[in-house]
């Protein structure tokens, strides 16, 4: 049994057909990864996407496409991605099962490789793209 990497919220899959409608022709959608900074250690990325790289996993979702980087996959297995707009900032934000904390301003957070025996258990699907 596989597992399901990464969900979006409607709200998410707004903004990302959003951000690729306004990026021009070359835009297919965005890009997710993980990478070593701030605080906390690790930080989320999301990149614009104009050329998909094969090994990614592809979610789509009303239109929406999310690629995510292989090297990311084990962090955010079961993570929903959302966007939220708030008095004082407006994002996309990762209610991430993985994640053991954050820094205090919110832009990094130490991330631990998903516990697969555990989302065995919770019975989460397959969304493979590639």
């Known amino acids: 049994m596989?597992?399901?990497?990464?969900?979006?919220?409607?709200?998410?899959?707004?903004?990302?057909?959003?951000?690729?409608?306004?990026?021009?022709?070359?835009?297919?959608?965005?890009?997710?990864?993980?990478?070593?900074?701030?605080?906390?250690?690790?930080?989320?990325?999301?990149?614009?996407?104009?050329?998909?790289?094969a090994k990614d996993d592809l979610i789509e979702h009303q239109g929406a496409r999310v690629w995510v980087a292989p090297e990311a996959v084990l962090y955010l297995l079961g993570t929903q991605m959302d966007f939220e707009v708030t008095t004082l900032r407006s994002g996309f934000t990762f209610n991430n099962p993985n994640q053991t904390s954050a820094c205090g301003c919110g832009e990094s957070v130490e991330l631990k490789p998903a516990d697969l025996a555990a989302l065995a258990a919770r019975g989460d699907a397959v969304v493979r793209a590639n």
Do not use: H, Q, W
């Not at 409607?10 to 959003?18: H, I, K, L, Q, T």
């Not at 690729?20 to 990478?35: P, T």
């Open 2 to 53: 596989g597992f399901a990497v990464m969900s979006l919220t409607d709200a998410a899959a707004d903004r990302v057909r959003s951000i690729v409608e306004g990026a021009g022709a070359d835009a297919k959608g965005i890009r997710v990864s993980i990478k070593k900074g701030g605080c906390a250690g690790m930080e989320y990325a999301v990149d614009l996407v104009t050329e998909p790289n």
